[in-house]
């Protein structure tokens, strides 16, 4: 295989000067037929044709050369005496050299022209490659990705046997070859024929190895590889410097997280525990003899923060499922009274002196939901409505068809206004609108909230009233397109 590149290289090399020969003899040809009409002066002109056309095809070489043979044609053939390279008169010997000067002038200006034209060609070509690949690695986001599209275009550009393009990294080490094992040529040469450093700003990333039988590499070929491997060199920092960007962000975002959650969780179980462990610790001392209304006090305290407590485990556990994305539905078509309404009793039990209505009409259509986490969508609202609402006002769970295939629900209070950029960011684990010190809570409720509702294909968001505040959110009421018929009864 590599003795038929050689030829077929060296063939492409002779062939040139070979058609300058053969361009020449055809034009002597011709002309000799007609020699007894023609003039000097056309005939030397006839020549400078394929002095041309040699010059244009092949460059200056074969141009030359066509240049020389139409001399010693012009001298041998057509000026007397016919058949040798003696010139008789002084005319001749001007005409001779005038006609070498001007073919040898249009020869070079002709190569020039072909050379300067393929330089432009091929520059244009690398341009435009260039820009193929930069923008191919330009839209890339992995590492292996880069490789593989660096590899092929690598291949393709320089028309290769096999292209190896190795990295090296604490992180991902590897390497890419072109083409794949299965289609690779066995009887490649053990080095390289040109390869290329990946050379970072502070150390070497990698290698391009390429393999390439027959032609040689040329100096624009090696200067073109070399920009590939820079421009592969500036994809690969931007991926690993958005990596590593991206890895300090979320070791960033994981200490503030782990931070605000071990803030809230301590303060909120502490108060509870501190309450069930005076009350349990009273129950049990043998010092004081409890009357029966004081027991059931301190049994009801125990039982109040042990439900917060199991609110507030609840709620711990519900965030990790959303945010693993191991939330489970167990949906199926209820009514929404009926889910909101257990809800609102426990708020009316916890509540200091709040009103707590439901505007909830009988033919709202049934809704196909979770209702365990419905119900909990509910707890967190009302909870939250309690604790920002001033004491013996009106807390209010309003729901109304919004479409066919939807119905919205509110949750208001009178409670004060929330400002704009708090509305946006209320939904967020432990954002807080007040001071900890000043309102308990994780700061997980809404956003538990949000992740229910948006795992049944819902939407919710805060809005400030006239008078309060309330939070809405939507829920589907169709499944494919078709909802229940709900029974007369």
């Not at 003899?25 to 037929?33: E, Q």
């Not at 009357?291 to 965030?319: C, F, I, K, P, S």
């Not at 967190?380 to 807390?395: D, F």
């Not at 008078?467 to 009864?489: D, K």
Request: glycine residues 6%.
């Amino acid at each position: 295989m590599r003795h038929i590149w050689t030829f077929l290289a060296n063939e492409k090399r002779v062939l040139p000067y070979l058609l300058s020969i053969v361009s020449t003899a055809i034009v002597t040809a011709g002309l000799l037929a007609i020699r007894e009409r023609m003039e000097i002066a056309t005939v030397a002109l006839l020549y400078l044709l394929p002095v041309g056309a040699s010059a244009a095809v092949g460059g200056l070489g074969p141009g030359i050369l066509a240049a020389l043979a139409a001399f010693f044609s012009l001298n041998y053939f057509f000026l007397p005496p016919y058949g040798t390279l003696l010139v008789h008169q002084s005319q001749d010997i001007l005409v001779l050299l005038m006609f070498l000067v001007l073919a040898v002038s249009i020869s070079q200006l002709v190569g020039r022209m072909t050379t300067s034209l393929a330089t432009a060609r091929a520059r244009e070509h690398e341009t435009t490659r260039l820009y193929e690949l930069s923008l191919t690695l330009s839209k890339l986001h992995r590492e292996p990705d880069l490789l593989t599209q660096l590899a092929q275009h690598t291949l393709e550009t320089f028309q290769a046997n096999q292209v190896e393009v190795f990295t090296e990294s604490e992180n991902q080490p590897g390497l890419i070859r072109m083409p794949e094992t299965g289609e690779v040529e066995t009887n490649l040469p053990t080095q390289p024929t040109a390869l290329a450093s990946l050379q970072g700003r502070q150390h070497l990333l990698g290698e391009i190895r390429l393999w390439r039988s027959g032609r040689p590499f040329s100096p624009a070929e090696e200067r073109l590889l070399r920009t590939y491997a820079s421009q592969g060199v500036l994809a690969l920092e931007r991926i690993r410097l958005a990596a590593s960007e991206r890895a300090a962000r979320v070791l960033e975002e994981s200490d503030r997280i782990k931070s605000a959650l071990l803030s809230s969780v301590s303060h909120e179980l502490r108060t509870p525990l501190a309450t069930i462990k005076a009350a349990v610790t009273s129950l049990r001392s043998e010092d004081v003899a409890w009357e029966a209304e004081a027991r059931r006090d301190l049994l009801a305290a125990v039982e109040e923060e042990t439900d917060h407590l199991n609110q507030l485990v609840g709620n711990l556990l519900n965030m990790s499922r959303i945010e693993a994305g191991a939330l489970q539905l167990k949906r199926r078509w209820n009514v929404l009274a009926e889910i909101a309404a257990p809800a609102a009793k426990r708020a009316r039990l916890a509540g200091q002196g709040h009103r707590i209505e439901l505007d909830i009409p009988e033919e709202l259509p049934l809704v196909y939901v979770d209702d365990v986490l419905m119900e909990q969508v509910f707890n967190n609202l009302l909870s939250n409505s309690l604790k920002y609402s001033p004491p013996s006002s009106v807390i209010k769970i309003t729901a109304r068809p919004q479409d066919e295939a939807t119905v919205w629900v509110q949750v208001d209070n009178q409670g004060p206004a929330v400002s704009e950029s708090d509305l946006e960011k209320i939904f967020d684990k432990f954002h807080r609108v007040t001071a900890a010190d000043q309102i308990t809570g994780t700061g997980l409720g809404l956003s538990i909230c949000k992740g229910i509702v948006a795992a049944h294909q819902g939407r919710i968001w805060a809005e400030n009233l006239a008078g309060g505040f309330a939070i809405r959110f939507t829920l589907p009421v169709q499944v494919e397109g078709v909802a229940p018929r709900i029974p007369s009864e």
